[in-house]
Each structure stands twice: as structure tokens, then as C-alpha cells.
């Protein structure tokens, strides 16, 4: 199954113009045969701090926008949103939306408390993976990347991570390391899409990439806006884990 991370700016706290800036980006990567597109962490915003400007109810505009592009492009999409869950709470939420329409949702477990975003932002509790087309995919958000332990629960049931962040460019080796990490630890696949552009004074340069689960890149871009596509084999995650099986010996 082909797989495309959508290395994106995004404009601040600005949804409809967001969503204008990525259309084209997301008919590219359907064009490219991506049955599996990445936005970026509250893509269509920027890491606001201020929910009370940003924070939309399930099935708002930032939502409706992904359900509308998977339905039209027949494919898979997910990035996160500021969205308000049904408790009132608001929580920054990855929505992956099918071609039919359906959404499922994960709400980041590690809110960054580093930014405050724990103050105004409720963390998750619970994982989500999602069986796309035989390939078994689960979601994390940015700072989720630093666990691994999170990563380490779900290994036997996942060939692909997809990581959507707003990762700085002054901890760039950190995600490009960490990125790696995940991939060779839990023997598969890891996409990890990041936004470009600057906020204020804090710049982000992407590094967004795909990796297979031996930890050689397929694709990466940085700085730039992009599209990167890959090509993402659940065959090949077996295969791995049977010739090298070093999971089997996690205590």
C-alpha cells in the first residue's frame, strides 16, 4: 500500500486558509496512488495554545474538510485538530477519516507539558490502530514520539506508526532520531510528518520521512513544503520479525 506524508505550513489559526494551502497538496499524493495521506498536528492551525480560539466540535469545519477529501480522493486521510470531545473538554485529537466517511479518533495521550499544553488541553487514555486495506496502522501525535513505551504495547499489532507533529527545528535531531528509533525497535514502518514555516520565533523545518522497520529511509524532505510517498509491505513486517525476532524477547 502506498503511504504519503504531507509536509505542510499552515496558517496560523487560520482553518479556511489552511485548508485552501492543502487541497492541492492532498490531490497530488491521491494522484500519486496514496491510499494512506498524513497531515500534520492541528493542521489546520498551528499548536495554539488558545483552544478557546481554535477548538471545534467533533465534526466541525477541520474535520468535515478531512472527510470530505477521503470521500472525494477514495483514500485514507489523518491529521489532528483542536477538537472539543464530547465530555466539553478540548483535546488535541487525531481524526483519521475512510472513504466512506467514517472517523476514528485519538486523542493524544502526552499532552506537551513543556508549552502548557496540559493546562488547556485534556490528555488521552486510549490507543487507536485501524486495519487500512491489510495493513494495521496506529496514530500518535508529536510529543508521543519520546515514549516508547507506548509504541512498545502496540508492536505485535502494528506494521506502520504514523506520527503527525509540529516538531522545532531546535530539537530536529531528536525527532530524526527518535523517528528511527521507534522504527527499529518495534520492527516497522514509521511515518513521521512535520510542518515547515515559523511561528512567532520558533521555526520547523519538516524532516518529515518514511522509514521501513530495519531503519533505512524511503523517503524525507525538509524545509520546503512536500510530498512524499512510499510504498509500505505488512509482508515485509513479518518477514522481519521472523528472521530477526527480537520482539519475542521483550520482558
Same mark, same amino acid.
Given at each position: 500500500?502506498?503511504?504519503?506524508?504531507?509536509?505542510?505550513?499552515?496558517?496560523?489559526?487560520?482553518?479556511?486558509?489552511?485548508?485552501?494551502?492543502?487541497?492541492?497538496?492532498?490531490?497530488?499524493?491521491?494522484?500519486?496512488?496514496?491510499?494512506?495521506?498524513?497531515?500534520?498536528?492541528?493542521?489546520?492551525?498551528?499548536?495554539?495554545?488558545?483552544?478557546?480560539?481554535?477548538?471545534?466540535?467533533?465534526?466541525?469545519?477541520?474535520?468535515?474538510?478531512?472527510?470530505?477529501?477521503?470521500?472525494?480522493?477514495?483514500?485514507?486521510?489523518?491529521?489532528?485538530?483542536?477538537?472539543? &470531545? @464530547?465530555?466539553?473538554? #478540548?483535546?488535541?485529537?487525531?481524526?483519521?477519516? /475512510?472513504?466512506? +466517511?467514517?472517523?476514528?479518533?485519538? $486523542?493524544?495521550?502526552?499532552?506537551?507539558?513543556?508549552?502548557?499544553?496540559?493546562?488547556?488541553?485534556?490528555?488521552?487514555?486510549?490507543?487507536?490502530?485501524?486495519?487500512?486495506?491489510?495493513?494495521?496502522?496506529?496514530?500518535?501525535?508529536?510529543?508521543?514520539?519520546?515514549?516508547?513505551?507506548?509504541?512498545?504495547?502496540?508492536?505485535?499489532?502494528?506494521?506502520?506508526?504514523?506520527?503527525?507533529?509540529?516538531?522545532?527545528?531546535?530539537?530536529?535531531?531528536?525527532?530524526?532520531?527518535?523517528?528511527?528509533?521507534?522504527?527499529?525497535?518495534?520492527?516497522?514502518?514509521?511515518?513521521?510528518?512535520?510542518?515547515?514555516?515559523?511561528?512567532?520565533?520558533?521555526?520547523?523545518?519538516?524532516? &518529515? @520521512?518514511?522509514?521501513? #522497520?530495519?531503519?533505512?529511509?524511503?523517503?524525507? /524532505?525538509?524545509? +520546503?513544503?512536500?510530498?512524499?510517498? $512510499?510504498?509500505?509491505?505488512?509482508?515485509?513486517?513479518?518477514?522481519?520479525?521472523?528472521?530477526?525476532?527480537?520482539?519475542?524477547?521483550?520482558?
Amino acid at each position: 500500500m502506498k503511504v504519503a506524508a504531507i509536509q505542510h505550513d499552515i496558517d496560523w489559526e487560520d482553518g479556511a486558509a489552511t485548508r485552501k494551502r492543502v487541497t492541492p497538496l492532498i490531490a497530488q499524493a491521491a494522484a500519486a496512488g496514496a491510499r494512506l495521506i498524513a497531515l500534520t498536528e492541528m493542521y489546520a492551525t498551528g499548536f495554539s495554545m488558545r483552544p478557546d480560539r481554535i477548538a471545534e466540535d467533533e465534526g466541525g469545519p477541520n474535520e468535515r474538510f478531512m472527510v470530505d477529501k477521503a470521500r472525494e480522493h477514495g483514500c485514507w486521510l489523518v491529521g489532528s485538530i483542536a477538537q472539543r &470531545s @464530547a465530555d466539553g473538554q #478540548p483535546r488535541n485529537v487525531a481524526v483519521l477519516a /475512510a472513504p466512506d +466517511g467514517t472517523v476514528h479518533r485519538y $486523542a493524544k495521550i502526552h499532552p506537551f507539558s513543556y508549552a502548557g499544553e496540559h493546562d488547556r488541553y485534556a490528555a488521552g487514555t486510549e490507543f487507536l490502530t485501524v486495519d487500512i486495506e491489510g495493513v494495521n496502522v496506529s496514530v500518535f501525535i508529536c510529543y508521543d514520539l519520546r515514549f516508547a513505551d507506548e509504541f512498545w504495547v502496540l508492536a505485535h499489532d502494528t506494521d506502520l506508526y504514523v506520527v503527525v507533529a509540529n516538531w522545532p527545528a531546535p530539537r530536529r535531531e531528536h525527532w530524526r532520531t527518535l523517528l528511527r528509533a521507534r522504527a527499529i525497535e518495534n520492527q516497522a514502518y514509521v511515518l513521521g510528518v512535520n510542518r515547515v514555516g515559523a511561528v512567532r520565533d520558533v521555526d520547523h523545518v519538516g524532516d &518529515s @520521512a518514511i522509514i521501513d #522497520p530495519l531503519g533505512r529511509t524511503l523517503a524525507e /524532505a525538509s524545509i +520546503g513544503e512536500a510530498v512524499l510517498v $512510499a510504498e509500505v509491505t505488512p509482508q515485509y513486517v513479518h518477514e522481519i520479525r521472523e528472521t530477526l525476532p527480537f520482539l519475542r524477547d521483550r520482558r
